[in-house]
């Protein structure tokens, strides 16, 4: 059974950093095509960051250069680093490794 938690959600201010992280069993982050969504409220779920089993990394046009996806195949986890935070980014975090899915993460950034 694949289950996938993510953490490190929490309020900061505009200009902030978070890093959140997804933690795996059942599925191996470095055979997947993983990655991040959110969902801003009010709106559709969209994408965020993906990284590909060969690390090829993909981002949306709105987080280039904020954002980097990662992962550590040891531990098994999927990082995402956020830098200069804006209140647009405010969405629940959501990870995702070959279609399966996390419960979500609250990311909310104050102006």
């Known amino acids: 059974q694949v289950q996938l938690v993510e953490s490190g959600g929490g309020l900061v201010q505009a200009g902030g950093s978070l890093r959140l992280s997804c933690a795996a069993s059942?599925?191996?982050?470095?055979?997947?095509?993983s990655g991040w969504y959110r969902q801003p409220p009010g709106k559709r779920r969209e994408f965020v960051a993906s990284i590909s089993s060969g690390g090829f990394t993909t981002y949306t046009d709105s987080v280039k250069g904020r954002f980097t996806v990662s992962r550590d195949n040891g531990k098994n986890t999927l990082y995402l680093e956020m830098n200069s935070l804006k209140p647009e980014d405010t969405a629940v975090y959501y990870c995702?490794?070959?279609?399966?899915w996390g419960q979500g993460t609250q990311v909310t950034v104050s102006s």
């Open positions: 995702s490794a070959n279609m399966n």
């Open positions: 059942g599925i191996s982050f470095r055979g997947s095509i």
